[in-house]
Structures are given as C-alpha cells and as structure tokens.
C-alpha cells in the first residue's frame, strides 16, 4: 500500500497506476496494429500505453468538454514533449458521432479506461455494439474503471464523495461505475465471446492535503471536506480497485 499526504505526490502515484494498467492492457492487446481509445483525456493511459507498446497506433477520441475541457492541451503538449514519434493520433469528437463515421471491421481493438462511469446503461449497451462492429473479427475491446463496489470505509468515502449530487458539482448519469456484472452481460449481449474480467488492486491512499487537493481536482465541494476533515486528516480516501474487462470478436468462418 502507498499512502501519501503531500499534494505534490499526486501526479507521481496516478502515473503509477496507469502504469500497472497499461501493463495489463498489454498483456491482452496485440503487439501492433491499429486501435481507438474513447474517452482518452489527458492520456493517462494512452501514453504509458504506447511507450511499452511502440508498435501500436493508436486513435484517441475524446470530446473535451465541461469539466474536461483542459485535457485536450494537456494532452497535445504532453506529446509534443514526446516528438513526433508518438503513435497517438488525437479526434476531438462526441464518441457516438465519431463511432458512427468508421467502417465495419477496421480495427485491432477499442478500449477505454475511466469512460464507461460517464455512460448509462442504455449507452453503455449501445458503445458495446458499436465496438463490435469496428472492430475486426478475433479483435479485443478492453475497459478499466474504478469499482463501484468499496472494499473498506476510505473506498466508500471516495465513492460517495464522488456519486452524491450534494456533494459532487457533476454527478454521475447514472453510477460511479457500472458493476463487472452489468459490463459482462452488455459485451456479450453485443456478441463478444470470451468477456474476462481482472482485478487490480490500485493500493494508494490519499490523506491529509494530498485528499483536498484530490477533491479538488475531482470537482467536489469543499462542503465534503470540512465536515469530514478529521477523518480525510487521519485516515484518508483510497482509490477502490481497478476492474478491467476484455473480450473477443468471433471470427467468421
Ligand atoms: C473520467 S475521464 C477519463 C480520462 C482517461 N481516459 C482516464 O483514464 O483517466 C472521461 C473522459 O471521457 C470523455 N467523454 C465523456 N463523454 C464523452 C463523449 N460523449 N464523447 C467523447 N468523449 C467523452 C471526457 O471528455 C473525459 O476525457
């Protein structure tokens, strides 16, 4: 377990988590070809992504708005410090409407990673069948998010703090996340075979200022921290664990 306190240690610990998520995604992605990120933000997990997997290319679709809107520049100069070599291609694009545009079977894979939790049922349906039909037979679809299940009393602060109208300024549409229950019956309910879930510990606790600072950046009200103040203090918040699910296209035969 990683506990930190210090505000400015933020940045670092997020980079390891996205780091150990990248690992995972490539353990199920091929090593090159062409695959599409929804939802891509920042980068977070694009760019660790691409620096363990160089061989892959990869389409990032984001629409950048609201509470997003800086991901984009962040995003466009975190690659321009990394030259030109970069496969990451970035489309600034509603998903749907981009989704829409792209042929049946063109791609290796679509993933995503913190983008299912700003979807709802109906829509999470309706991605899954869009992903199946862009992506190529034998291709994969891999989505990791936070669970919505806590597994101690820091988790479900963060889950609170996060989903509930009083205190977060965007609530969700529908969930923090969806359940892997709800995720696996969506993928195969859209054809894919072969739907896995793996589960990763992310084993980072955030007290003190390092919190506030968190439920800044999280978009939630001060109100949260200064009712709950003693306990983010002394025992924190804690990232709930990664849930990551994959699956396959059948193949025609
Ligand atoms: C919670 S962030 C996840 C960012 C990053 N992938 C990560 O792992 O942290 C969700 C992202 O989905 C994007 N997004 C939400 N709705 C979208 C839509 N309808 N079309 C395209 N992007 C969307 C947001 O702009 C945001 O960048």
Redesign the pocket.
Known sequence: MIAISDPGELEMAWAHQ?ERLSQRFCRILPIQGLIV??????G???IPLVEMAPRLQVIG??????P?SK?HTELLSALAGRGKKVGIRVVV????AWLETQPDSKYDAVI????L??LDSKSMTDFFADCNRVIKPDGRTIH?FLSPEPRNQRQRRLIEADSEPRWTKTPPEEWFSPTPRQVLEALKGAGFKECRMVKLRSGLVIRSLAARRMLRDWDIRQSYWKLHRTALESEGLEIPDWLIVGARKVSQS
Do not use: A
Not at 93 to 96: A, Q, T, V
Not at 112 to 115: D, G, L
């Open positions: 996205y990120e929804i939802g891509c933000g920042k977070q997990l694009t679709v984001d629409r950048f708005m609201g997003y991901s694009s509603d998903y749907n995503s990673s913190e983008f939790p700003e990791s």
